[in-house]
């Protein structure tokens, strides 16, 4: 693999390209149709890291998955996994360990759960705090709250409501919600989130594929004010036939800052009004820092004079809670903006790939930028003079991919491990190139 990928200045850009497939909706697409009642025909599935450890956990159960080409694979699914012993390695993916970890506690098996380095430090105790009352056995193989996971069969399903803590990561809530069929078998399951709930918007994307594969979740809210989700006796999925897999909207935030900063105009396909993931939402920061966005049902468009005519993108003081991936393409954006730019309540941004708020602070401060890192902050004072940098990336995708777009000023910029995009968009640096003029 290249240790470093030199980028020359991107001078001007624009045309059009084709999203990979949603990281968020493949992987719970994968885990939704494995438990399905039939079979599913999934198109248009990302094919990367991440998807790669859902897909061969489900085939590790016993789960019969055939790759038909172009993206598309058939599911079997069955509501128990056939295989109730096995070795599952969930590389950094966030979000595949998590909804494994709710859905296999309850399929009465041994299974062991493990990542690389990064991915045992990354939080899992609150949701098994909350499976635990339910009669989960689940155990720490190294440290308390971390991964590795040893899974067992339950014991007892009793205890209800089920609570769960959502101010860490919200997966523990859609891990919670996606099993929720297992558990309602007799029963309906009432769900309550305890205290805060971040990035939201990615509970509302599980309670619509949930639907989509036939399990209507009701809402409503606790006399403390916080989310309750009840789950009908007897729910469970139908496969729906075939499923097509939208374009990723976090993956579209560095093309369409891309056509901010380089003029465009640029114009993402699987993206658009009708996309159901929050990142959609970063459409909006991109004219609300000056450039032209249009938009139409499955695609999304933007333009400006460009940085080499003048283009100066307004500065941002925002939260972007509700789309914490695509807020690190705004940090690098603000880099060139005309004052300085504030990220709030990003927190989470501590626990994900690396400590992402440090990583920020660290390689803006390289290319010149001023910066303050707080706990769940950063204010961003871009460069008086934009230097040239070897950026380093920890391993985490949105690191490469966010920085690359430093290389719309007007210096060269070295991006080291730029095989890291792997994780959510294997070939970003060619489709870069590709719209890119120097
Ligand atoms: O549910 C999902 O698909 C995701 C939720 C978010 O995580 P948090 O809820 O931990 O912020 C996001 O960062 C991650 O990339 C994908
Ligand atoms: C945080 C991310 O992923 P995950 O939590 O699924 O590892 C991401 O893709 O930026």
């Given at each position: 693999?290249?240790e470093?990928l030199?980028?020359a200045?991107?001078?001007?850009a624009?045309?059009?390209?084709?999203?990979?497939?949603s990281k968020?909706?493949s992987?719970?697409a994968?885990?939704?149709?494995a438990?399905?009642d039939?079979?599913?025909?999934?198109?248009g599935l990302l094919?990367?890291d991440?998807?790669r450890?859902?897909?061969?956990a489900?085939k590790?159960?016993?789960?019969?998955?055939v790759d038909?080409?172009s993206n598309s694979w058939?599911?079997?699914?069955?509501?128990?996994?056939?295989?109730?012993?096995a070795?599952i390695y969930?590389?950094?993916?966030?979000?595949s360990?998590?909804?494994?970890?709710?859905?296999l506690?309850?399929m009465?098996?041994?299974?062991?759960?493990?990542?690389?380095p990064?991915?045992?430090?990354r939080?899992?105790?609150?949701?098994v705090?909350?499976?635990?009352?339910?009669?989960a056995?689940i155990s720490y193989?190294?440290?308390?709250g971390?991964p590795?996971l040893?899974?067992?069969?339950?014991?007892?399903?009793s205890?209800q409501?089920?609570?769960?803590?959502g101010d860490?990561s919200?997966?523990?809530?859609?891990?919670i919600?996606?099993?929720?069929?297992?558990?309602?078998?007799e029963?309906?399951?009432?769900?309550e989130?305890e205290?805060?709930?971040?990035s939201?918007?990615?509970i509302?994307?599980?309670l619509?594929?949930?639907?989509r594969?036939?399990?209507?979740?009701?809402r409503s809210?606790t006399?403390?004010?916080?989310?309750?989700?009840?789950?009908?006796a007897?729910?469970?999925?139908r496969?729906?036939g075939?499923?097509a897999?939208?374009g990723?909207?976090?993956?579209?935030?560095?093309?369409?800052a891309?056509?901010?900063l380089?003029?465009g105009?640029?114009?993402?396909?699987?993206?658009?009004?009708?996309?159901l993931?929050?990142d959609?939402?970063?459409a909006?920061v991109m004219?609300?820092?000056?450039a032209?966005?249009?938009?139409?049902?499955?695609?999304?468009?933007?333009?400006s004079?460009?940085?080499?005519a003048?283009?100066?993108?307004?500065?941002?003081d925002?939260?972007f809670?509700?789309?914490p991936?695509?807020?690190?393409?705004?940090?690098?954006?603000?880099?060139?903006?005309?004052?300085p730019?504030v990220?709030r309540n990003?927190?989470?941004?501590?626990v994900?790939?690396?400590?992402?708020i440090a990583a920020?602070a660290?390689?803006?401060?390289?290319?010149?930028a001023?910066?303050?890192?707080?706990?769940?902050f950063?204010?961003?004072?871009p460069?008086?003079?934009?230097?040239?940098a070897?950026?380093d990336?920890y391993?985490?995708?949105?690191?490469a991919?966010?920085?690359?777009?430093?290389?719309c000023?007007?210096v060269p910029?070295?991006i080291?491990?730029?095989?890291?995009?792997?994780?959510?968009?294997?070939d970003?640096?060619?489709?870069?190139?590709?719209?890119?003029?120097n």
């Open positions: 693999m290249t470093f030199d980028l200045p991107i001078r001007a624009r045309g059009e390209m084709r999203l990979p497939g968020s909706v992987i719970r994968l885990l939704l149709a438990l399905s039939g079979e599913t025909h999934l198109t094919d990367s991440d998807t450890v859902m897909r061969e489900l590790a159960c016993g789960v019969s998955l038909e080409g058939r599911v079997q699914g069955a509501l128990q996994f056939p295989r109730t012993d070795e969930v590389g950094n993916s966030g979000l360990i998590r909804t494994l970890v709710a859905v506690a309850f009465n098996g041994r299974y062991r759960l493990s990542g690389v990064r991915m045992h430090e939080p899992i105790g609150d949701l705090d909350a499976l635990r009352p339910l009669g056995s193989e190294a440290h308390e971390f590795p040893l899974v067992e069969p339950a014991k007892s399903r205890l409501p089920v609570r769960v803590r860490a919200s997966q523990f809530l859609t891990g919600l996606q099993s929720a069929p297992l558990l309602a078998r029963r309906e399951l009432v769900i989130v205290g805060e709930l971040i939201k918007p990615y509302e994307l599980s619509t594929l949930m639907k594969f036939g399990v209507d979740v009701q809210t006399a403390a004010g916080s989310p309750r989700y009840t789950i009908a007897g729910a469970r999925y496969a729906p075939s499923f897999v939208e990723d909207a976090s993956s579209a935030s560095y093309f369409l891309l056509g901010a380089a003029g105009p640029i114009r993402v396909h699987g993206m658009g009004s009708s996309s993931q929050g959609v939402r970063f909006e004219s609300a820092m000056g032209t966005v249009t938009q139409g049902e499955d695609w999304t468009e933007v333009q004079s460009g940085l080499a003048g283009f100066k993108p307004k500065a941002i925002a939260d809670n509700h789309i991936d695509a807020a690190m393409t705004i940090a690098v954006v603000a880099l060139f903006a005309d004052g730019s990220l990003i927190g989470s941004w501590r994900k790939e690396t400590d992402r920020m660290a390689e803006l401060t390289k290319l010149g001023t910066v303050e890192a707080g706990a769940d950063l204010r961003i004072e460069p008086k003079v934009l230097r040239s070897a950026i990336t391993d985490d995708h949105r690191m991919m966010s920085f690359s777009l430093a290389s000023g007007s910029v070295r080291n491990d730029p095989g890291c995009v792997a994780k959510t968009f294997p970003y640096f060619t489709q870069l190139a590709a719209l890119s003029s």
